[in-house]
């Protein structure tokens, strides 16, 4: 099992362009969560999507879109970045419902607006 | 509304030497609690856990941590650190219904040779 997966690993734009970060998790999870981590702020949730059809804005949601594609992928895209959305983006699941409650996350996306 | 505080930032201790790292949450409902760790360049791994029953958790690589629901902490320790125990620590709560993780600002623990 490869987990949860991210693409790319890091990502360099100018204030402006736009893209689209992919999350992927072959556990057979429900809910899938999109973080954004700067230092000395801890992660900050930005969306969610508690099940397959569903999405949920999280702390700090505004400069971002989110598809839930499927059971298995969660994209983030950036419409109109700005050097603000400079940050390491985590994409996370767990299995809603269990009893382990416990997110997985994947190892991140490094992303620079200049 | 929940939250969560480390109280310190960053933690430097001599290797083979005891570490405890604090943490404490606000809640008025029951809740979940996880200390996560953040190697270098790398994603969150679940250290430990605490759902219900002892209040003293233990978790991967010799920490442990306790649970004080009236002092709203759950502080984690380990007795002896090594080198590569040097990494940034998260503690984070969920609530039963599981939607929404809280997570603290971190604890960069330096273990120094």
């Known amino acids: 099992n490869a987990g949860v997966t991210q693409t790319p690993k890091f990502q360099v734009l100018k204030t402006g362009q736009s893209m689209t970060l992919q999350c992927a998790q072959d556990m057979n999870h429900n809910s899938m969560y999109w973080y954004r981590q700067d230092p000395g702020m801890g992660l900050r949730l930005i969306y969610y999507s508690a099940s397959e059809g569903t999405t949920d804005k999280g702390e700090v949601p505004n400069g971002y879109n989110v598809s839930r594609l499927n059971k298995r992928e969660f994209s983030l895209r950036l419409e109109s970045a700005a050097p603000s959305q400079t940050s390491v983006y985590f994409c996370?699941?767990?299995?809603?419902?269990?009893?382990?409650?416990?997110?997985?996350f994947g190892p991140g996306t490094r992303l620079t607006v200049t | 509304a929940q939250s969560v505080t480390q109280l310190d930032s960053q933690v430097p201790v001599f290797e083979e030497a005891p570490v405890e790292l604090r943490c404490n949450y606000s809640?008025?409902?029951?809740?979940?609690l996880f200390w996560y760790v953040q190697y270098p360049n790398q994603g969150l791994q679940l250290l430990l856990k605490?759902?219900?029953?002892?209040?003293l958790v233990k978790g991967i690589n010799g920490f442990e941590a306790e649970f004080n629901k009236s002092q709203t902490s759950f502080h984690l320790r380990k007795p002896s650190v090594h080198i590569s125990d040097t990494a940034e620590y998260f503690c984070a709560l969920t609530l039963n219904t599981g939607n929404q993780f809280y997570f603290g600002t971190g604890t960069s623990l330096t273990v120094i040779p």
């Open positions: 809640s008025s409902v029951s809740v979940y």
């Open positions: 605490y759902l219900s029953g002892s209040t």
């Open positions: 996370a699941s767990r299995l809603a419902g269990g009893s382990s409650y416990e997110q997985y």
